[in-house]
């Protein structure tokens, strides 16, 4: 039997699968977490469908090695295609972001009028598009690349002038469309919520896949039997891991999660 103490595996390219870990940490309070952020190899974003693969793959095995009990790939590039094939190799439950964002966006559009965004890799798979669409065929999917986000977002730009400028000219296409509602389809932009919203106007609904796919985590933990004991532990723990130098990877996930991140490690091989 799988014991229910056994961490939740989070992985990402780099730092940006931390907002996922920010909201698992509040919709699975308890539960302990072993990240694995593939900064050497960050970014994924503009890499071929076949290295995404094999990363992924490399990731997942890493995290089996940590013997976590569900995996979670918190990375939208990722999880749009190489989710369909881990899926199905592996014993251990692994969840991608892009069916709850998905789900999400289909639940909150009135007008049946949905935007993406995300990196140019997840843009051209059309990932969310079909998942959306399987969902709800009525409902239709205006989609655009903004690949300068993830870099504004790790320097932690979210609010500037230059920024407002990047974010009018990426969204500028998606305001024609007459949308109700825009997936934010990479792990970075929650953290430019602000500047979107101010872009996109208050009335466009945010759909931010990190928030859906924790709550996701918890409804597969629950079904497996795999919630680890309520009150057996009132804090989660969490082991941080990349494949590049630490101390980065620590500051900026200070900016993303909103605490200092403690120990560090890097792994040599994965
Ligand atoms: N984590 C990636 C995603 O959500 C963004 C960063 C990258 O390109 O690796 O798509």
């Given at each position: 039997m799988m014991k229910k103490t056994r961490p939740i595996g989070i992985f990402d390219?780099?730092?940006?699968?931390l907002t996922v870990v920010k909201e698992v940490m509040q919709a699975l309070p308890g539960e302990d977490i072993v990240y694995f952020g593939d900064t050497a190899r960050v970014p994924y974003g503009p890499k071929s469908q076949d290295t995404i693969i094999r990363f992924s793959i490399e990731n997942i095995l890493f995290l089996l090695r940590q013997n976590v009990k569900l995996i979670i790939i918190a990375c939208n590039t990722s999880s749009s295609v190489a989710l369909s094939i881990v899926e199905r190799n592996f014993k251990v439950p692994i969840i991608g972001v892009i069916n709850p964002g998905a789900a999400e966006a289909v639940r909150l559009t009135k007008k049946k009028r949905v935007g993406v965004i995300g990196t140019r890799t997840t843009i051209k798979s059309r990932a969310y598009e079909k998942q959306i669409q399987l969902l709800a065929p009525q409902v239709r999917v205006f989609s655009e690349a903004c690949p300068l986000f993830v870099p504004l977002a790790e320097e932690g730009w979210l609010e500037k002038d230059v920024t407002r400028q990047i974010a009018d000219e990426y969204l500028k296409p998606l305001?024609?469309?007459?949308?109700?509602t825009i997936v934010?389809?990479?792990?970075?932009y929650p953290l430019l919520k602000p500047v979107i919203r101010k872009v996109m106007g208050d009335e466009v609904k945010l759909v931010d896949s990190a928030r859906q796919v924790a709550k996701k985590a918890k409804i597969i933990l629950e079904q497996n039997g795999?919630?680890?004991?309520?009150?057996?532990?009132?804090k989660s723990r969490i082991c941080f891991y990349v494949s590049d130098e630490p101390e980065n990877f620590a500051k900026q996930g200070q900016k993303f999660l909103g605490f200092k991140l403690g120990n560090v490690r890097k792994v040599a091989n994965v």
């Open positions: 390219s780099g730092v940006g699968g305001k024609t469309k007459h949308i109700d934010l389809g990479c792990t970075h795999l919630l680890a004991a309520k009150g057996a532990k009132s």
